[in-house]
C-alpha cells in the first residue's frame, strides 16, 4: 500500500491540475507529458489485509461506520435508499449489487472511498485509516452474500 506516499499525492496533484481544465484533450496532453516528466507511475489498486474481508468483527465495525457515516445518503441497508438522496444527480450507489458486493472489487472500492467521486455527492473519506476503510469494504463486499 503506497497512497499516502509523496509520489502518489504528487500524480493526483497533476491529475486535478491538468485533467479540470476546460480543453479536455489539450488537458490530457498536458497531464500525460507532465506523467512522463514527474516519473508518476499509475497508482496500483491495494489489496486488503489478508482475511479481512471475510472477518465477520471487521464487517461489523464497518456496519456501525456504515450506519454513522454513509447511511444518509446510501440508506440503512446500503441500497441507496437514503433520506438525503433527494435531487441528488447522479443518486447515491445501490452497493448490494455488483460489482460492490464482490471481492474483486475491493481493491476499486477502497479507493473510491479513500477519494470520493469527482463532480457528485460521493465526497472523499481522508479521515478514516485505512484500516477503517477496509472494514467499510468488508461491510460491502459482504452484503452481496447476505441476501
Ligand atoms: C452526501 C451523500 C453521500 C455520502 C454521505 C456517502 N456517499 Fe457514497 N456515493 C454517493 C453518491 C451520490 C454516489 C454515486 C456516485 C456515482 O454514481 O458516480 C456514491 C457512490 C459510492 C460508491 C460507488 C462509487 C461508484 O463508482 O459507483 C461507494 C462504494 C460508496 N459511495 C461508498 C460510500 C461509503 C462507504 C460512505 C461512507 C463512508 C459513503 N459512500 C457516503 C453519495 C454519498
Redesign the pocket.
Known amino acids: 500500500m503506497n497512497l499516502s506516499q509523496p509520489s502518489s499525492a504528487r500524480c493526483r496533484i497533476l491529475a486535478t491540475r491538468w485533467l479540470g481544465i476546460r480543453n479536455l484533450p489539450i488537458g490530457i496532453a498536458l497531464f500525460t507529458i507532465s506523467l512522463a516528466i514527474s516519473g508518476c507511475e499509475r497508482e496500483a489498486t491495494p489489496s486488503a489485509p489478508a482475511g479481512l474481508l471475510a472477518s465477520s468483527e471487521a464487517q461489523q465495525a464497518g456496519a456501525a461506520?456504515?450506519a454513522a457515516?454513509?447511511a444518509?445518503?446510501?440508506g440503512a441497508r446500503a441500497d441507496g435508499n437514503?433520506q438525503?438522496?433527494e435531487g441528488?444527480n447522479?443518486?447515491?450507489?445501490n452497493?448490494t449489487a455488483p460489482p460492490?458486493s464482490e471481492t474483486a472489487s475491493a481493491g476499486q472500492?477502497f479507493l473510491?472511498?479513500r477519494k470520493?467521486?469527482p463532480r457528485?455527492?460521493?465526497?472523499r473519506?481522508s479521515m478514516?485509516s485505512d484500516q477503517q476503510i477496509w472494514q467499510?469494504v468488508a461491510y460491502?463486499t459482504s452484503l452481496g452474500k447476505r441476501t
Open positions: 461506520i456504515f457515516n454513509c444518509i445518503c446510501h437514503g438525503r438522496r441528488m447522479p443518486l447515491p450507489a452497493l460492490w472500492t473510491v472511498i470520493g467521486v457528485t455527492a460521493m465526497p473519506w478514516f467499510l460491502i
